[in-house]
């Protein structure tokens, strides 16, 4: 469960908070509106957790949002899923980053100032991490896990008994009171409030993406996991919400609500008071860490699936899908520096892509049971990602997955309408955006595949002469080096060297004869010191009196050198003349490399 | 003039104001002082100025501190010149466009909070226009300047007659009074305002550099120009300074004290208000503009010197030294980010370079002054950048010469003392930095043409062997047109396909038996997906075991797009192989482009 579980239970660290940052515009006398929001709010989580846990036994070897859309959905569904998990992992690495850092500022205010910069340091940190490669090893993420726990449901129940005493103290130099408002409590007010709080629910998914991870029977234990996961995740909210009403803590942008219960509960801050805010910032750093995997990996699947550069598809040199991990990182770190690591700032882009995913994800699970209800009794059909065999439950469970999807759906729009003008907007316009992206790299895909394909192919034409063109700025062992490589390849040379000072020339001309005089030296003036530009007209020129059947390889000779910012001190002609030449078909670009000490 | 007068001229927007800035801590008693200070750098400005003037008659093709330096001083002395100047000029820029958007400002004050962001726009606009290459066309670079005097003494003449008539009014609503004090006027202080008021002599040195852009006799007309202008410069700064102290003008960063005059002069934000705001904003633009023409020039001269890279020396497409404008908009950016688009924070910084560079180039001319007096009478010597001919007056030249030096260095010292907490410190580390980054590029120069020098050159071995390596990805269009490349340079040839999955590797064996049956094609599975690194492997492991007259070109088919962003979406295979096997001797990597449609 530890390793999956972070990221849901990180968000108890949050969600109280946010309810009551929304409540404040109505004053003190609103936050009695927490407790049963928060009731809502679990009893949305029930709804929820039953849905996946029926998905976790259709897929068996992981069903994530965009596999199950995917495969009962269609693409468009599926890219859509996509879109809104690849929003949604940035936003967990920019929410949990910024979460976990509140709770280090509440323990050290000093801090507050230099947050987002911490914040940043964070993400790039954990990127690096993952960049290193880090084993998913369920004893070291579980240590925060289980640490995590053990402070917090230490801290609930020292809470409760004071309470049940009569000794739990009020809130003492409750921190700075921002936003507070004299509104009146409207229906649209706890929507919002209730709208900020579902962020309660992000990562219960989590399991369902993961379920090869599991140890057989995978199903059975998988879905109990995420039963315990989802109880725990609703005891420990409620809780929170409920001492926190009863000390009456304030949402304060210096100190974490959890910061607040930890220091009335603990009495002061003292090891205890420590141990909570530390093990809740770790598990909150452990929630962005997650997001490393899942980004990287989804990315993976719609690349090989051809909606994303094909890059995303491939494992670099530590078996880390690199190019996955460095976008995800800059993405939350951009995030992080526009929203100044605020997470009441960040919340309103959140939860509507997490709630996109899970209504799309319970949508298609609906759907394929109604494609089971079809099928005869005893009947088994292998579709692309999972097997479908008639299930009699099928109009029961078909109702389970259909309830989620629809309560998914509504909290979705409440959020969407709630939060619109905060920040929701951003999202329901990047999300389609997103989509109109992903299929415009499928088409270019698919273009290619067809310009490059073989059908009808009528062979090239045999090659039967190379013009090599050496482009020289001196006579050097790396000029000789070039020379030699082009003797090796044709008797058909040429050395080119452009010329903006007469006295330099006659020094090139005269070492030429004496090193290479059976190549002819073109020289090509060039009175302002343009150097790439006669170049690539030569060249250019060249390319177009060539036969057919004649190609023109260009042989730059180049330096390694031996310390990599030295290259800055070098004209990279190769990389430029490749670059200026691209368009310019038979013509081919080598550099030969001189690798200096 | 026009064109070499925007820089000088443009400095009178905001040296004035930049004195009152310094006296304000002392409160608005101190003001008074601000006049006499002025005459004092008057009197240096004459000085300065007398002393160029021999130095445009020793150097009609251009002197500027670099090559005065660099010819009597030595190689040393030309980098700390180089340094200051580059710096200077860096500032220049981001000064100049500071200081015309604080006039925008003053005009439309709405436009206050954007400022940074119009300071970085006008920096890469300016940059862009250098890009596509500005011919220095007298006739377009003097209206703006013409305009700007023409608006300017009309400005003064008004004023001065209002305050004759003893009409000239108060300034009415002064602009909001920051940083007023109470302190007593000190020496410290008095020489503080002194040395922000000489921000106004920056930008006389530029015709020292320019002189072959007169009309014949050059180094006459140059002179005379020379004259011309800190004579109005002297005048101009004077009577603002004067005029400013009548209508008790405040420093202010919401208004400037250009516009605190001009609206009290011509009776309110009319016509001639706007007229002389949008000139002294053009021409503070225009002394930006002349940095984009200095600094690549002398980064040019510094490059064929070999103290910076050699890139910086040859011009790019437009006939521009593209490297150096960018190089230069790029820092002046970050300036004007860092100091938040803010004149009087800049300030500290800008002054010494040129004070430093002012020192470097009379004491240089000094110096030559006395090698002439070494001479015989009637001789002559041709020295790298200028005649040595006898003069018998060079015993006075010298002492006027030696007179700027020592003045300029006292300036530069008082200068770095009273502004040494407030940024001059950072110029100070920064130049020996720049300094000692030249001779390191300077070593590596000379290092590597000592590693490539023919001396005692054993030829290479005649090379008598290539075995190609072609990666494919696939089999299609793209690596056919590679196949036949790599047979029409060798017969020693193999296919190379990393394998992560059954199916697909199956298919590919099939077609390449199909298509290019006579070439081996060799399998390395990867069942991790990674990609570059069994490749890389497998070519070291080869070129380790290779002879030493044999060479392996890795042959990679490559697709060029039609539109540039779908390179995003490629793999760019042969420029990571490339940088992977750098340092592989005896490795060539070539990429075939196919181009599509």
């Not at 998913?136 to 801290?155: H, N, R």
């Amino acid at each position: 469960m530890a390793v999956f579980a972070s990221d849901a239970l990180s968000s108890t660290a949050y969600a109280t908070q946010e309810i009551l940052v929304i409540l404040a515009v109505a004053g003190t006398a609103a936050f009695g509106y927490a407790f049963p929001i928060s009731i809502a709010i679990v009893v949305l989580l029930a709804i929820v957790t039953i849905s996946y846990e029926q998905t976790i036994h259709a897929y068996p070897n992981g069903g994530g949002a965009y596999i199950v859309s995917r495969d009962n959905l269609g693409q468009l569904a599926a890219q859509v899923a996509g879109a809104a998990l690849l929003t949604d992992y940035i936003l967990t690495v920019s929410v949990s980053v910024s979460a976990g850092l509140a709770q280090v500022v509440s323990a050290f205010p000093t801090l507050l100032e230099y947050r987002v910069y911490l914040a940043v340091g964070m993400v790039l940190l954990i990127m690096l991490i993952n960049l290193r490669g880090v084993r998913e090893s369920g004893i070291i993420f579980s240590i925060p896990t289980y640490f995590f726990l053990a402070m917090l449901f230490l801290m609930i129940i020292v809470g409760y008994i004071r309470y049940f005493a009569g000794d739990l103290n009020s809130l003492i130099d409750p921190p700075p009171f921002e936003d507070m408002g004299t509104q009146t409590i409207t229906l649209f007010l706890l929507l919002h409030a209730f709208s900020s709080g579902t962020a309660a629910l992000t990562g219960v998914e989590a399991i369902s993406n993961g379920v090869t991870a599991f140890r057989e029977p995978r199903s059975q234990n998988a879905g109990r996991t995420l039963l315990w996961m989802a109880a725990i995740l609703g005891v420990m909210f409620l809780s929170i919400t409920f001492l926190s009403g009863e000390i009456g803590g304030v949402p304060s942008e210096v100190e974490t609500i959890i910061s607040q219960l930890a220091r009335t509960i603990f009495d002061g801050r003292n090891l205890l008071y420590i141990g909570v805010i530390g093990a809740t910032t770790l598990i909150l750093f452990m929630a962005a860490n997650t997001a490393f995997a899942d980004f990287p990996r989804l990315s993976a699947l719609q690349a090989s699936d051809k909606f994303l550069p094909r890059q995303l598809a491939y494992r670099g040199s530590r078996l880390v899908y690199s190019w996955g991990i460095v976008t995800l990182a800059a993405a939350a770190a951009i995030i992080v520096v526009i929203f100044q690591a605020n997470v009441s700032r960040l919340i309103p882009l959140y939860a509507i892509g997490v709630f996109l995913s899970f209504t799309l994800s319970q949508a298609g699970m609906a759907h394929r049971w109604l494609k089971i209800g079809r099928l005869d009794e005893g009947d088994e059909i292998q579709e692309a990602g999972s097997k479908l065999r008639y299930d009699p439950g099928w109009v029961w469970k078909m109702l389970v997955n259909g309830i989620g999807a629809v309560c998914t759906f509504i909290v979705m729009m409440i959020f969407a309408i709630t939060k619109f003008r905060e920040g929701a907007w951003v999202v329901l316009i990047l999300i389609p955006t997103l989509v109109s992206i992903f299929y415009a790299i499928h088409k270019h895909y698919l273009q290619l595949a067809d310009d490059l394909s073989l059908t009808d192919f009528k062979p090239f034409p045999v090659l039967h002469n190379q013009q090599v063109i050496i482009p020289i700025s001196g006579v050097h062992k790396g000029t000789l080096k070039a020379v030699g490589y082009a003797r090796s390849v044709s008797n058909d040379i040429k050395a080119v060297f452009v010329a903006s000072e007469e006295s330099q020339t006659q020094r090139v001309q005269k070492r030429w004869l004496k090193w290479a005089q059976d190549i002819e030296l073109v020289v090509i003036d060039s009175p302002y010191r343009e150097l790439m530009h006669p170049l690539v007209t030569y060249i250019e020129d060249l390319a177009e009196m060539k036969q057919p059947d004649e190609i023109i390889t260009v042989v730059v000779p180049e330096f390694i050198p031996s310390r990599w910012w030295h290259n800055l001190l070098h004209m990279q002609t190769a990389t430029w003349l490749r670059w200026a030449l691209r368009h310019v078909p038979g013509v081919v670009v080598v550099d030969v490399p001189y690798q200096t000490d």
